[in-house]
Structures are given as C-alpha cells and as structure tokens.
C-alpha cells in the first residue's frame, strides 16, 4: 500500500524534520578554532629568531598565549606524528609505526599509509582488461578523524593536506589530502629529466626517469611518462610525446606537445600543464598535471618535468571530501601541487637540480601553498579551519647543512651565496601569522603547531649489519652483505631485523612466516637484551652515543593495534640515524657507522626528546608536558564536542588531572635544556 502525504500534512513534517535536525546538531555559534601546522618547524630556530626580533608575529601570539615544545610521537616520523594528532591516540591505537611496514608472512616491506586494491572481477578479451568490479584505495590508519566527530556535532571543518589522511575521510566541509597521496603513476613522485650531457645521469639513482636525448634537426623528442595503461595485459606505460625546439642562437625553446606551444628561457618555470593519457579510444582520458623548468640551452640541452600530479579540476583518485572540493579549489585559486610531499629532494640528491634550483622549487611551492591559503581563508567563517605548509620539513632535510659548519658536507660557498635558507623559509611565515592575527576575535582560537622539530644528520648507523655481527641475523651462504628483499636473510637462524626508520622486528614464531623465537619469555628476554646492548653501543669516532634510548613497544603503547608494532623502536642520538641502506632490509660490509655525505642532511628520525615540535595559542598553555595527542581534544573542547574515550589526550587549555603525570622526567628535562629547545 501506498503511503500518501497530503499537501496539507506535509509542510508540517517538513518543518518538524527540520526542528528535529537542528536539536540533533550543535547551533551555529561563530565560534573558531584555527591551526596552522607547519610541518618540522623547530623550537631551538624559532626561539633564535623571535629573540632577533625576526617573527614578531610569531612573539606576539606568545605573548598572548603561550608557546611550548609539545612531545612528538615515538618515532617522530611524520606520517606517525601526524596520525597521534589526528587520531588523539598513539600508535597502538592508530597503526602507523613508521613510514615503512612489513608483511609478516614474507618479511617484504610496504609503504605505511594506504594500500591499492585492485578490482577483485575482470574481463579479459584478447589482450585487454575491462574491470567488473571498482578497485579501491584503503587508508591504512586507524582510529577516527577527530573532525569526525566535530562533522557530527554538524561543526563545519577546512582541512588542507593534513597528512596521513589519503584517501580524506568522509567528514568535514571540505578536505583535500596532504602526505601520503600519490603522484598519477602512483608513487610518492618520478619526476622526469631529459639532457643531452651525460655525466647528468648517475650510475645510482632513484626516484626519476632520466633520458639522455640527442638534438636532431634542431630539435629534441621524447615521450613523459605517465600511468600504466591497466585496460592491456600487460599494462604498458602510457605517455605523452613532445618536441623541444632549440633556438639556434637564443637560451630559448619551445616546447610542443598535444596541440600546445610553450615558450621557456633558460632558467624559467612554466605554468602548470595538463596532459591527457588516453588508455582506449572508448576509454575517458586520464588526465595529469606537470611543471617544466629549462635548466639549460647551450651547449647542452638540460629539461626537468615535475611528476605527473593528479589533475585537481579532473582526479581519478580519491584525493578530495567531498568530490569537486579540489575542483572547485583550482578552477578559483589556480592549479596546485596534488602531490602528498612536493619538494622534489630527488632531483636535488640526483643532481638533476642544483642547490639554488631546488631553493628556487622550494620557494614556489611555498607560494603557491601562500595563494591557496589567502583563498580559503578569506572564506572561511566558522568551525574549524586546518592549514599545513610542508616547505620548512622539506627544506630542513635538505638545507641543514648549509647552516651547520659541523656537517660532513657543510658547503662554505653555497652558504656565502645563498645564505641560512632554512631560516628565510621560517620568516616567511611570519606573514601568514599576521594575517591570521588580524582575524582574531573573542570566539576565536589560534593554534600554531608542528609534528616534530629537527637534528642533524652527520652519520648513519648500518642497524642490520650490527645484529649480523653480534649474532642475531644470519644470511644465508656465509654472505656478509646482501638485502632481505633479494631472499638473502637465513631465517632459520635470524632472530631479530630491522625494517623502516626506527623499526626493529624479532622473528617470531606463529607472526613471522619463518620465526625461531618463542612468544613469551623468551622474546621478552630476547628484547631486553637487545635493548640493552644497543644503549651501549659507542661511535668509535668520538666516542659518542649513538642510540640514545631503544623503546619496547609494550613500555610505550596501547590501544587495539599494539600486536602490530615493531618489538622495538630505536631512538638515535643528536647526529645519527639508520642508513638508508638499513632501512630497506639491507645487510652492508664495512664500517658500521659512516658519514653522511648526502645533501640530505637534517633529519628527526631519532630519540623523540631531542626533535620536540612547537605549540603557540593565543589563550594560556596550561597543560604540562603537552603531546601531540592532546591536541585533537583539545579542538574538540573548544566547540564543546565531547571527548571519545578512545583517545588518551588532555586539554591543553587546561591543568592535567592530578592522578596523571603530565610532565617530563627530571632527565629528559635536563637533557632537552642541554640542547637549548628549552
């Protein structure tokens, strides 16, 4: 039977509904709360310029407020610091470890954030592929958004690029993924490089195509790559030609590509380019953005392209809540960098960018990071409004050591030229701040923070060579050198390996595909151990710590996620690191401990009590020893939303409750002081 409203009846239950609707959800009150994350700003450096009088804005919100050095998370990785923020939990409640996670079964690593699923039913005629069924695109983190629950409450929330949030969850206003999003090849960025000089192209790279083209008739051609082409078999790269015609006698050229003329000098950036990859004729194009820059003319033809970005006005990933927020974004603001970490530091380690250059890339998308805030903010009315700048993070790993006479690869020149570019990077938020401060009014909030602070990064410790040598890893073969990856690894004989940055796993029987070591007390034996002589471990250098304090994961984290954590976190001291080659599952001969001769130079993947990130507000810091994790209750606190009990957090607004220490140990007081964050 059939239900039948009449025109009489129904204003009535429209009008109720919507009475109904409003008692459900908070009423509008003006009320704001605005965070300004800027990803790796320091507190040694903040502090050294607002006593030079050199961000006064930043002195001024201290003035008002407060400014402290809040705990970041353990490791202080970002994509984990970033997640204690947004979940107001820690790792054990959210799932992220560390940038790199590995699968028990077959020990091989995997990317931490987010994993691709393809479509689960396909037809396959001939040598193509048709999809049944949508693939899908999974958020590895766990544990609730805390603009979650503000959405709920019907709190209005901007959220730009906030980390570890890729694909955004379904909440908010408006929210476009930060960290963790993937280029249109789907990596965290291959950019492209084409010269006709080949001493540019290293023996060892990564992170790039590099293309050594010839000049033919005046003119250079070449293809730009972009994503697999997943309707064929055997999924061939799709791509895009282009000619670059030289100018015989000018530092010039025009670029042509799918009906399009661009005219560059040496030296110069264009504007952002759309590129269309067709994968079928019956097949919608996919579409990508990218960037050139003319590094040179003459005598050699030397062009880098950007990554190919996910198109912003047209993504075939799920990079915006709602769909058409990043749209609506570009098509007002202008293009912008999709792409979860922009600054392109391959292109700088590769040399396919000078140190100026990269100086140059990294100021440009600070400016353009500067033109999407101006256009969001001067809309923003009420609720929660989240900004993150990521230039300084990026900037820091590459630039410190230009600012420290200390480091392996310190460059005298490149300072007297460029200068402490770290900082001038700093200054130009202190703008931002301004405008932001001009805004306040008495139902607004003001929150500055950053995930974590920076050390540098003078020498790397090779973790996996070291339990090779003291017993705990066996390869196979006698082999003193060799990689996880590659099969190597006797794991009849291993009981302990590092994977990732700070991760240090034992090959435990039942979780691990070929673990030895028996749950219980023998693992916890086992860890104590390890704990044990990795703290005593000395630079036979100087003589120096090298870990300053290794972590079993059961003395630091709780939550429903704590049987996925590494045994043990390892906290390296002021200087030092994992290397690279360690953090991937490798075994090296040689020196345990070596220099880092990388312009990857500063870093925080250490000891969380030396990297503490910065906190300013423009009402009092109350809370002792704040963490990460009291921030999102905090937020939630000041629109009067009611703190999940999932989250370990406390107001930051007000004092801790007094069962519960909220401070440092008298040690780790002594020990931040030592190094002046304090």
């Given at each position: 039977?059939?239900?039948?409203?009449?025109?009489?009846?129904?204003?009535?239950?429209?009008?109720?509904?919507?009475?109904?609707?409003?008692?459900?959800?908070?009423?509008?009150?003006?009320?704001?709360?605005?965070?300004?994350?800027?990803?790796?700003?320091?507190?040694?450096?903040?502090?050294?310029?607002?006593?030079?009088?050199?961000?006064?804005?930043?002195?001024?919100?201290?003035?008002?407020?407060?400014?402290?050095?809040?705990?970041?998370?353990?490791?202080?990785?970002?994509?984990?610091?970033?997640?204690?923020?947004?979940?107001?939990?820690?790792?054990?409640?959210?799932?992220?470890?560390?940038?790199?996670?590995?699968?028990?079964?077959?020990?091989?690593?995997?990317?931490?954030?987010?994993?691709?699923?393809?479509?689960?039913?396909?037809?396959?005629?001939?040598?193509?592929?048709?999809?049944?069924?949508?693939?899908?695109?999974?958020?590895?983190?766990?544990?609730?958004?805390?603009?979650?629950?503000?959405?709920?409450?019907?709190?209005?929330?901007?959220?730009?690029?906030?980390?570890?949030?890729?694909?955004?969850?379904?909440?908010?206003?408006?929210?476009?993924?930060?960290?963790?999003?993937?280029?249109?090849?789907?990596?965290?960025?291959?950019?492209?490089?084409?010269t006709t000089d080949r001493a540019d192209i290293p023996d060892d790279y990564s992170g790039a195509r590099l293309t050594l083209v010839d000049v033919i008739d005046g003119a250079v051609r070449d293809v730009i790559e972009g994503p697999p082409n997943s309707y064929r078999e055997e999924a061939p790269t799709l791509a895009v030609p282009f000619t670059a015609w030289i100018d015989p006698e000018e530092p010039v050229i025009r670029l042509d590509l799918q009906g399009e003329e661009i005219i560059l000098k040496e030296g110069e950036w264009s504007d952002w380019v759309v590129l269309s990859f067709k994968p079928l004729p019956?097949?919608?194009?996919?579409?990508?953005?990218?960037?050139?820059?003319?590094?040179?003319?003459?005598?050699?033809?030397?062009?880098?392209?950007?990554?190919?970005?996910?198109?912003?006005?047209?993504?075939?990933?799920?990079?915006?809540?709602?769909?058409?927020?990043?749209?609506?974004?570009?098509?007002?603001?202008?293009?912008?960098?999709?792409?979860?970490?922009?600054?392109?530091?391959?292109?700088?380690?590769?040399?396919?960018?000078?140190?100026?250059?990269?100086?140059?890339?990294?100021?440009?998308?600070?400016?353009?990071?500067?033109?999407?805030?101006?256009?969001?903010?001067?809309?923003?009315?009420?609720?929660?409004?989240?900004?993150?700048?990521?230039?300084?993070?990026?900037?820091?790993?590459?630039?410190?050591?230009?600012?420290?006479?200390?480091?392996?690869?310190?460059?005298?020149?490149?300072?007297?030229?460029?200068?402490?570019?770290?900082?001038?990077?700093?200054?130009?938020?202190?703008?931002?701040?301004?405008?932001?401060?001009?805004?306040?009014?008495?139902?607004?909030?003001?929150?500055?923070?950053?995930?974590?602070?920076?050390?540098?990064?003078?020498?790397?410790?090779?973790?996996?060579?070291?339990?090779?040598?003291?017993?705990?890893?066996?390869?196979?073969?006698?082999?003193?050198?060799?990689?996880?990856?590659?099969?190597?690894?006797?794991?009849?004989?291993?009981?302990?390996?590092?994977?990732?940055?700070?991760?240090?796993?034992?090959?435990?029987?039942?979780?691990?595909?070929?673990?030895?070591?028996?749950?219980?007390?023998?693992?916890?034996?086992?860890?104590?151990?390890?704990?044990?002589?990795?703290?005593?471990?000395?630079?036979?250098?100087?003589?120096?710590?090298?870990?300053?304090?290794?972590?079993?994961?059961?003395?630091?984290?709780?939550?429903?996620?704590?049987?996925?954590?590494?045994?043990?976190?390892?906290?390296?001291?002021?200087?030092?690191?994992?290397?690279?080659?360690?953090?991937?599952?490798?075994?090296?001969?040689?020196?345990?401990?070596?220099?880092?001769?990388?312009?990857?130079?500063?870093?925080?993947?250490?000891?969380?009590?030396?990297?503490?990130?910065?906190?300013?507000?423009?009402?009092?810091?109350?809370?002792?020893?704040?963490?990460?994790?009291?921030?999102?209750?905090?937020?939630?606190?000041?629109?009067?939303?009611?703190?999940?009990?999932?989250?370990?957090?406390?107001?930051?607004?007000?004092?801790?409750?007094?069962?519960?220490?909220?401070?440092?140990?008298?040690?780790?007081?002594?020990?931040?002081?030592?190094?002046?964050?304090?």
């Open positions: 039977m059939k239900t039948v409203i009449s025109r009489i009846r129904y204003p009535f239950i429209f009008l109720t509904a919507l009475l109904l609707l409003a008692c459900s959800r908070s009423e509008k009150t003006g009320k704001k709360v605005i965070v300004l994350a800027i990803d790796g700003m320091d507190p040694r450096i903040v502090q050294s310029m607002m006593d030079r009088g050199e961000l006064p804005h930043f002195k001024k919100l201290a003035e008002m407020g407060g400014f402290k050095n809040p705990w970041s998370s353990i490791p202080p990785q970002s994509p984990v610091a970033w997640a204690n923020f947004i979940t107001g939990q820690n790792p054990g409640g959210h799932a992220i470890f560390d940038f790199i996670h590995r699968d028990p079964a077959n020990y091989m690593p995997f990317l931490s954030l987010t994993e691709t699923i393809p479509p689960k039913t396909v037809l396959k005629p001939g040598s193509y592929v048709f999809p049944v069924s949508g693939g899908q695109v999974v958020l590895l983190r766990e544990g609730r958004a805390f603009w979650e629950y503000l959405d709920e409450a019907g709190i209005p929330a901007t959220i730009f690029k906030i980390p570890s949030n890729y694909p955004p969850v379904e909440a908010g206003q408006g929210s476009v993924s930060g960290m963790g999003t993937p280029d249109l090849q789907g990596s965290y960025g291959i950019y492209q490089y084409f019956v097949i919608p194009a996919m579409t990508g953005i990218v960037r050139f820059y003319v590094r040179q003319v003459h005598p050699y033809f030397k062009l880098y392209v950007t990554p190919v970005n996910i198109n912003p006005k047209d993504p075939i990933l799920p990079i915006d809540y709602p769909a058409g927020y990043a749209k609506e974004i570009a098509e007002e603001a202008g293009f912008f960098y999709t792409q979860g970490m922009p600054e392109d530091t391959k292109a700088l380690t590769n040399g396919s960018l000078s140190t100026r250059e990269f100086y140059g890339l990294s100021r440009m998308i600070l400016q353009e990071r500067n033109r999407i805030f101006h256009h969001l903010f001067d809309r923003f009315e009420e609720g929660l409004f989240f900004y993150y700048y990521c230039s300084i993070d990026q900037g820091t790993h590459i630039f410190w050591h230009l600012r420290d006479e200390n480091h392996p690869v310190y460059d005298a020149a490149a300072r007297a030229e460029l200068g402490d570019v770290v900082e001038e990077l700093y200054a130009e938020m202190d703008p931002i701040v301004a405008k932001i401060l001009d805004r306040l009014d008495d139902q607004t909030t003001f929150i500055i923070m950053s995930d974590h602070g920076f050390s540098p990064l003078y020498r790397n410790f090779q973790l996996n060579s070291w339990l090779e040598r003291n017993g705990y890893l066996t390869m196979k073969y006698g082999k003193k050198s060799g990689s996880l990856l590659a099969g190597d690894v006797d794991w009849s004989k291993t009981r302990a390996y590092a994977l990732g940055l700070n991760a240090l796993y034992v090959n435990l029987r039942g979780r691990e595909g070929q673990g030895i070591v028996n749950p219980g007390s023998e693992r916890d034996r086992l860890v104590e151990e390890l704990v044990e002589k990795l703290q005593a471990v000395r630079d036979p250098k100087n003589d120096s710590p090298v870990i300053k304090r290794a972590h079993i994961r059961e003395d630091i984290y709780d939550g429903d996620f704590l049987n996925r954590a590494p045994d043990i976190l390892v906290g390296y001291d002021w200087g030092y690191r994992t290397g690279w080659e360690s953090a991937l599952g490798d075994v090296v001969a040689g020196e345990l401990i070596t220099d880092c001769e990388d312009k990857w130079s500063g870093d925080h993947c250490g000891a969380t009590e030396i990297v503490p990130g910065i906190l300013f507000a423009n009402k009092p810091l109350l809370l002792e020893g704040p963490h990460l994790y009291d921030l999102s209750p905090s937020i939630l606190a000041e629109f009067g939303v009611p703190i999940p009990e999932q989250m370990i957090g406390h107001n930051i607004f007000a004092p801790a409750p007094p069962e519960e220490k909220r401070v440092p140990t008298e040690e780790e007081i002594r020990q931040i002081r030592a190094l002046d964050y304090i």
